[in-house]
């Protein structure tokens, strides 16, 4: 069984825009800008073994505020810079209902059968409540990258605690514990 690290984009690899102290996701490429740090710890994540996904809801698609050729270039922005194998996009709302739109782990089940993957040995890093529990709802260790985003309450309902195994200032600390953990055999 092979292992994976499984990131949210916005927050995690790329930048979010603020727009009136709101975190948004980018809708242009020109406005899309990897983190600094993340080639480095992705590649050292890559090195040590790992399979590396970005898993992002793009609800700005159904809402008409992101068209796919945007999304494209973006992920190509990725693909081209950082050692990620595979990208997979919910393209729902939430009035969609669908399985793969996290909090639901559908798109890390698919990974998960797709390139038999040991869910218990790999890890998701996100930085929102929805990213944690779609990682811990199939047994991954869960790391939560602090941002804007981390304090987020849904839109209906309560607010909900997020719950995560490890919490840290960006992708670099998240992958130093990955391969901590790994030289410690755990």
């Not at 980018?26 to 600094?36: H, N, T």
């Not at 809801?57 to 950082?82: S, W, Y």
């Amino acid at each position: 069984m092979n292992r994976a690290v499984f990131l949210d984009r916005d927050g995690v690899v790329n930048e979010t825009l603020m727009v009136e102290g709101i975190p948004v996701t980018p809708k242009k490429v020109e406005d899309f800008r990897i983190l600094p740090g993340v080639k480095k710890a992705l590649s050292a994540l890559k090195h040590a073994g790992y399979f590396i996904f970005v898993v992002t809801n793009q609800p700005d698609i159904p809402r008409g505020t992101l068209t796919h050729e945007e999304l494209d270039k973006m992920h190509a922005v990725l693909a081209g810079n950082l050692p990620v194998d595979k990208i997979y996009v919910c393209a729902h709302d939430n009035e969609d209902a669908c399985d793969c739109r996290k909090p639901k782990p559908g798109m890390l089940l698919q990974a998960a059968e797709q390139w038999e993957l040991d869910l218990a040995a790999s890890y998701m890093i996100g930085d929102r409540w929805k990213d944690t529990e779609a990682g811990a709802a199939v047994g991954c260790t869960t790391i939560l990258v602090k941002s804007p985003c981390s304090t987020e309450q849904p839109r209906h309902g309560r607010g909900r605690t997020v719950r995560s195994d490890y919490t840290v200032e960006n992708l670099a600390q998240a992958a130093e514990i990955i391969l901590s953990r790994e030289a410690d055999g755990r």
